[in-house]
């Protein structure tokens, strides 16, 4: 039975997937300073056709992690990078990652933090939400953390990436208009 002025609406799957991911506010991702994205790849930073350099992971571990993780890894990794942080906890399995990347403009990139059950949960949850939010967003993805970040242009994300090293720790993928495209060179899982 339907109420006068009262309208159901029946959410698609996708939509259930923001609500997982929290409020999607307009964030879009300010361009590391001091990080020139050309140096980052080889070839070409066309989506599709960009590759990490090698140096851009150089020192790190890089080993496959597929034990059950939390927040804590993550945060763990870019402290070791030396980079100012806040951390918002949203729900239990759901938190919000501050890195300060310009301190001169007091710029920050919001990195939200979903724990999920398994490794290819978390890869398959973060492709649905990237494609959701549509061009420019993008994210990592490592065991069964899924980390997704505000939109940007493939300049400003690879920047973001050679100061955080972030495409070291999880595997890397930015959405297209209607694909989303792992970028090589970094960390990856079997």
Known sequence: MQLPGIRILRLPAIASLTLFF?????????????????EQVM???????????????????????????????????????????????????????EVQINPDRNEWGRLRVA????????????????????????GIHRSNLAVLAPDGSVPDIIAFIGKTKLACWGVLTIAGSDNAFVVPGGYREL
């Open 22 to 38: 929290g409020g999607c506010q307009a964030h879009h991702l300010p361009r590391a300073q001091g990080v020139d994205p050309n």
């Open 43 to 97: 070839d070409s930073l066309t989506l599709g056709k960009a590759r990490l350099r090698p140096t851009v992971c150089e020192g790190i571990d890089m080993k496959p992690d597929y034990t059950t993780l939390d927040e804590q890894s993550l945060v763990a990794f870019l402290k070791t990078r030396g980079l100012p942080l806040r951390i918002e906890r949203a729900r239990a399995d759901l938190f919000y990652v």
């Open 115 to 138: 724990i999920l059950g398994s490794p290819s949960q978390a890869g398959q949850e973060l492709h649905e939400a990237m494609l959701a939010h549509g061009k420019g967003w993008w």
